[in-house]
């Protein structure tokens, strides 16, 4: 991931504004380490931090078409930028970067080719014949974006919001799959899926087309010139992420450049289910695997630099980035700058927990619908912020634009949790790579239960976050939440904790804003409380003081023990709803 920042039509040309933006650029210099760039025209400010996965050597920002008249910076991959080159005969590119074709598709086809690009992607394009400017966020949000305004008539752009919420009068979150234009002087929504209007599709489930969507966008995320791996939990998501990239790798371009062992990462508390599921996993597949082990001190030190780098107080998002954030330090340690994850698949076949509830199939795919659309305040956010504070970027199969669309447009029917017909969470993913003759898996990792967070971590990571945050936070603190923090008033000490950092690095109102609140379970929507009258009574955002009891109490090496001998429902329990938005350590599965 890179760092992107634009100040446009700021009336200041001065070598002191010039200096400014350099400064606050620099702010961003975790997300691109690898090299910086400033492009200015009369009081149009384009500046880059770069972090170099295609073409290391050329590609720096920012990126010009043939006469530089057009001019972009831009966060992001764009994996099919070779057939686009193809379309573009008549262009001249300067580099190799994926990247490259922004500015040519620009001149070929204006303000309306976004939708060509396949890929995740923040950009600013500036057309310096006339001082337009267009701006773009990726479908679903998987890169961070901000945008901000300044007194003076000026529109601010920037990948995280400490590169623009000290100068800016008012800022927000850029919502994805819009585009804003300059010469329409406001957004308009570029992605239009057929699933975004909520309408309940009928296509019957065919596991072979469900597999193959899946496999080309695993194959299509190894574009890559510098090493990589794939972050590995053995939950159901990354261990297929793993098993799709080690039976694709042999025959890419990467596999030439670095070999054809996989490398797989995992981390976790000692002796977490996580860990032990990941190396069997590993030892299946024949990764290289590395496991790192963290203290639940260890997290609660990181604690104030996680939520500097994530900018929320959301209580389930930053439990689930400290560790993220952590590994994600290890990582780059190796000389590793790219990783493939699993974020998306929880909400696109409603894997969390609280979905066996689900009265009706109508109101499953409205929820998975809902979910999809906030992932950007949640796990993308979560997996994108956590691993470019250290300058390594997350790519993410599971949120590739044709993928979603095959699956979402399944009958919601087959998705929904039904014991009677044997059918636990996401069993249309698991059911597409249960593969008698050619297994991708073994039987026991493809139909493991979706680990929750104090599952898969232990119980003292939580347990350790809340008794951190009361030894912080008085009873007679919590008394004057409301008026403290009137919006989004914390209703934990870990939560007013959380709030209280937050506002030291980010005291303006438009930046608690930013954050969602309201109650939730796992990051629901609030119909979906009215699926448990229970729920609605829950202190804890994570969901963990539902009742019932999680059947992953056993040993995932062991091949009988698989959830799809007993459901939940089955055990005459509510399961007990213990995650946090995302599976396992709510960062890899």
């Given at each position: 991931m890179c760092g992107i920042l634009a100040v446009l039509g700021c009336s200041d040309e001065s070598q002191s504004k010039r200096v400014r933006v350099l400064e606050l650029s620099r702010r961003l210099k975790h997300r691109g380490p690898d090299w910086s760039g400033i492009y200015q025209h009369d009081d149009f400010y384009l500046a880059h931090q770069r972090l170099a996965i295609i073409d290391p050597a050329s590609g720096d920002q920012p990126l010009f078409n043939e006469d530089s008249t057009v001019a972009v910076t831009v966060n992001g991959e764009i994996y099919n930028h070779e057939e686009l080159r193809k379309q573009l005969p008549n262009h001249q590119f300067r580099t190799g970067s994926d990247c490259d074709v922004i500015a040519h598709l620009y001149e070929e086809y204006g303000e309306d080719f976004v939708d060509m690009l396949d890929g995740m992607f923040s950009f600013v394009l500036l057309d310096t014949r006339d001082n337009s400017y267009i701006v773009a966020r990726d479908a679903i949000g998987i890169t961070s974006l901000y945008i901000g305004w300044g007194l003076d008539g000026s529109v601010w752009i920037s990948s995280e919001m400490k590169g623009l919420n000290d100068d800016c009068e008012h800022f927000k979150c850029f919502p994805p799959g819009h585009l804003y234009s300059s010469k329409e002087g406001g957004f308009r929504r570029w992605y239009n899926p057929p699933w975004y209007s909520e309408a309940i599709p009928s296509t019957p489930f065919d596991p072979l087309v469900l597999r193959k969507a899946f496999e080309d966008a695993v194959i299509k995320r190894l574009m890559t010139d510098v090493p990589f791996g794939v972050l590995l939990s053995g939950g159901l998501d990354s261990s297929l992420v793993a098993a799709v990239t080690q039976r694709h790798l042999a025959g890419t371009k990467a596999a030439k450049q670095w070999g054809s062992q996989l490398h797989s990462f995992c981390v976790g508390l000692e002796g977490s289910p996580d860990l032990k599921a990941a190396k069997v996993v590993a030892n299946y597949l024949g990764t290289v695997h590395h496991e790192f082990h963290f203290t639940v001190q260890d997290g609660i030190d990181a604690i104030e630099d996680v939520?500097?780098?994530?900018?929320?107080?959301?209580?389930?998002?930053?439990?689930?980035?400290?560790?993220?954030?952590?590994?994600?330090?290890?990582?780059?340690?190796?000389?590793?700058?790219?990783?493939?994850?699993?974020?998306?698949?929880?909400?696109?076949?409603?894997?969390?927990?609280?979905?066996?509830?689900?009265?009706?199939?109508?109101?499953?795919?409205?929820?998975?619908?809902?979910?999809?659309?906030?992932?950007?305040?949640?796990?993308?956010?979560?997996?994108?912020?956590?691993?470019?504070?250290?300058?390594?970027?997350?790519?993410?199969?599971?949120?590739?634009?044709?993928?979603?669309?095959?699956?979402?447009?399944?009958?919601?029917?087959?998705?929904?949790?039904?014991?009677?017909?044997?059918?636990?969470?996401?069993?249309?993913?698991?059911?597409?790579?249960?593969?008698?003759?050619?297994?991708?898996?073994?039987?026991?990792?493809?139909?493991?239960?979706?680990?929750?967070?104090?599952?898969?971590?232990?119980?003292?990571?939580?347990?350790?976050?809340?008794?951190?945050?009361?030894?912080?936070?008085?009873?007679?603190?919590?008394?004057?939440?409301?008026?403290?923090?009137?919006?989004?008033?914390?209703?934990?000490?870990?939560?007013?904790?959380?709030?209280?950092?937050?506002?030291?690095?980010?005291?303006?109102?438009?930046?608690?804003?930013?954050?969602?609140?309201?109650?939730?379970?796992?990051?629901?929507?609030?119909?979906?409380?009215?699926w448990d009258a229970e729920w609605s009574n829950n202190p804890d955002p994570s969901g963990r003081a539902a009742l019932g009891v999680h059947v992953s109490a056993y040993d995932p090496a062991e091949p009988s023990a698989t959830f799809s001998k007993v459901p939940p429902k089955v055990i005459n329990k509510k399961p007990r709803i213990v995650e946090v938005g995302t599976p396992g350590l709510a960062i890899m599965s």
């Open positions: 939520i500097y780098h994530i900018e929320t107080y959301d209580v389930t998002t930053i439990r689930a980035s400290t560790p993220m954030f952590l590994m994600s330090r290890k990582i780059k340690s190796l000389g590793v700058k790219m990783v493939l994850s699993g974020e998306g698949s929880d909400e696109i076949f409603g894997g969390y927990l609280y979905f066996h509830e689900a009265p009706n199939k109508e109101e499953f795919h409205r929820e998975t619908c809902h979910k999809i659309k906030a992932l950007h305040q949640y796990d993308c956010l979560r997996a994108n912020k956590s691993t470019s504070a250290w300058g390594l970027e997350a790519r993410v199969p599971f949120l590739d634009k044709a993928f979603i669309k095959v699956a979402m447009d399944i009958d919601p029917e087959w998705k929904m949790i039904n014991p009677d017909l044997g059918r636990i969470e996401k069993w249309v993913l698991r059911k597409a790579f249960d593969d008698e003759e050619n297994p991708y898996l073994p039987k026991h990792i493809l139909y493991r239960q979706k680990e929750q967070f104090s599952d898969g971590v232990g119980y003292s990571w939580i347990d350790g976050l809340k008794q951190h945050a009361a030894e912080h936070v008085t009873d007679k603190m919590m008394l004057n939440a409301e008026y403290i923090f009137p919006h989004n008033t914390p209703t934990t000490k870990e939560g007013y904790y959380y709030r209280m950092i937050f506002e030291r690095f980010f005291p303006q109102n438009p930046a608690r804003l930013t954050v969602p609140g309201g109650a939730s379970v796992a990051c629901s929507t609030a119909k979906a409380l009215e």
